[in-house]
């Protein structure tokens, strides 16, 4: 439904603006993770066709920021359009199931797609297993999840969309690492824009409000 959707660019005394993707294979709940946290809502959604936009304000202690939230179609045919929802992204969340150990797989091959888009550290990247109510239908336990989270520099959690387990911790999480890194970016001195590779309207856009 985001086909055409123009993003909200920041403006001066509003949040930081951040693109998040929602990235892996189909059915394992990415639009499930964005309505639970969006409208704190879990019910039946048919599958995403191309990519659904979501937005929310998130509050973090004096701190904020406007999260644009990019679900992404899992299903293999929309494989080929999802690179395009990459594009000038701040975050991505890599969704797998923790009851299909194929979607754990998938999740790594598109940590693979965004290595070859984007320079290491560029985009904060956490590996979000989810269905954690289906314990007796898990194949991925969550230490190989923990392990390869670890062993690519990625944050982790698992999740339950279903009964709202540890949702809005993944979104807060990954607010409080953009906003760290912007801190210290802030710091830093200013990057030439003509050297900075992948960055797209959104990224330059973004801050505002330090
Ligand atoms: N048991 C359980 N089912 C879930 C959970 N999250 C999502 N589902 C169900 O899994 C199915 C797929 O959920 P979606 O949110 O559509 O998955 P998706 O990853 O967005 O799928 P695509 O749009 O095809 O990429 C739906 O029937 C959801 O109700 C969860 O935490 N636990």
């Known amino acids: 439904m985001a086909h055409g959707t123009t993003p909200p660019s920041a403006a001066p005394g509003q949040p930081c603006v951040f693109k998040l993707v929602l990235l892996g294979s189909g059915s394992v709940g990415k639009s499930s993770l964005a309505l639970r946290y969006v409208k704190n809502d879990f019910k039946s959604v048919l599958p995403t066709v191309g990519c659904a936009f979501f937005t929310k304000v ?21 494989h ?22 194929d979607s ?18 560029e985009v904060v990247v956490m590996l979000v297993g989810n269905k954690t109510d289906l314990s007796e239908e898990r194949e991925v336990t969550f230490e190989e999840g923990k392990e390869f989270a670890e062993s690519k520099g990625l944050l982790f959690m698992e999740t339950s969309a279903k009964l709202n387990h540890q949702v809005t911790e993944v979104f807060s999480a990954v607010a409080r690492e953009l906003l760290q890194r912007d801190d210290r970016e802030g710091q830093a001195p200013r990057r030439d824009a003509a050297v900075v590779l992948n960055e797209g309207p959104t990224r330059q856009a973004r801050c505002c409000a330090h």
């Open 58 to 78: 998130v509050e973090l202690g004096a701190s904020s920021l406007k999260f644009e939230i990019w679900d992404t179609a899992g299903q293999e045919k929309y």
């Open 80 to 101: 080929s359009v999802c690179h395009l929802y990459f594009r000038g992204a701040n975050a991505a969340l890599l969704v797998y199931d923790v009851a299909k150990k």
């Open 104 to 121: 754990f797989h998938k999740a790594q091959q598109w940590l693979r797609d965004l290595e070859k888009e984007f320079r290491p550290g």
